[in-house]
């Protein structure tokens, strides 16, 4: 009995099993997106952009932090960079109505592309990105999103070169857009 309660909460922690919040019907749905998602993730124009960040990262995103980025506005040029570059533009080329976000990490978390500026600049000790970052896939709860106003739900896969997670992209699917 006590495996079974250490193994439920484990799960329940982790972020993959929120059967309070979601129904069944809905949970197939998002299921369904996960691997639309996934090719996504596994695209050389995501994944060249990852390891091209990975492998050398411009100094001016080793000395943006939350605070800085939080007071950037939308229209500011370095915050347009992200939905403008070719990961951004690949991101946009795949957006549909249940796409209520999406942004790409690198592997320390930091921003590589986004549709629209996310309220975070980091999401490195987080599940959304450690549990990518560890090859495996995330779900976080139904919440109402400050970047969206949208009820969603986070989606988050690793993003692979060569067979290894080097970084992280998350999609916010919303609830209300799922066929």
Same mark, same amino acid.
């Given at each position: 009995?006590k495996?079974?309660?250490l ?6 922690g982790s ?8 129904? %069944?019907a809905t949970?197939?749905k998002?299921? #369904?997106?996960?691997a639309?998602?996934?090719a996504?993730?596994s695209?050389? *124009?995501?994944a060249?952009?990852? %390891?091209a960040?990975?492998?050398s990262?411009?100094?001016?995103y #080793? #000395?943006? &932090?939350? =605070?800085?980025?939080?007071s950037? &506005?939308?229209?500011?040029?370095f ?11 690949f991101?946009k080329?795949?957006k549909?109505d249940w796409v209520a976000?999406?942004?790409?990490? =690198?592997?320390h978390?930091?921003?590589? *592309? ?6 975070g ?6 599940p959304?990105?450690?549990?990518p970052? #560890?090859g495996?896939d995330?779900?976080?709860?139904v919440?109402? =999103? =400050?970047? &969206? ?6 989606i988050?896969v690793?993003?692979?070169?060569d067979?290894?997670?080097i970084g992280?992209l998350?999609?916010?699917? *919303?609830?209300s857009?799922?066929?």
């Open positions: 009995m495996i079974r309660i193994l439920l909460s484990l799960v329940l972020g993959l099993l929120h059967a309070a919040d979601i129904d %069944a949970q197939e998002i299921h #369904a997106k996960v639309e998602i996934k996504w993730a695209d050389p *124009a995501l060249g952009a990852v %390891a960040q990975n492998a990262l411009p100094a001016d #080793a #000395a943006m &932090t939350q =605070d800085k980025w939080k950037l &506005t939308v229209l500011d040029p915050v347009r960079s992200f939905s403008k570059n070719p990961a951004g533009l991101l080329s795949k549909a976000e999406a942004f790409v990490s =690198d592997a978390g930091l921003k590589v *592309a986004f549709l629209s500026k996310p309220s600049w980091i999401h490195a000790g987080k959304k990105h450690d549990q970052m #560890a495996h995330w779900q976080g709860a919440e109402l =999103d =400050d970047s &969206t106003g949208l009820q969603q739900v986070q988050s690793p993003v692979i070169k067979g290894a997670a992280a998350v999609v916010g699917v *919303a609830l857009k799922l066929e």
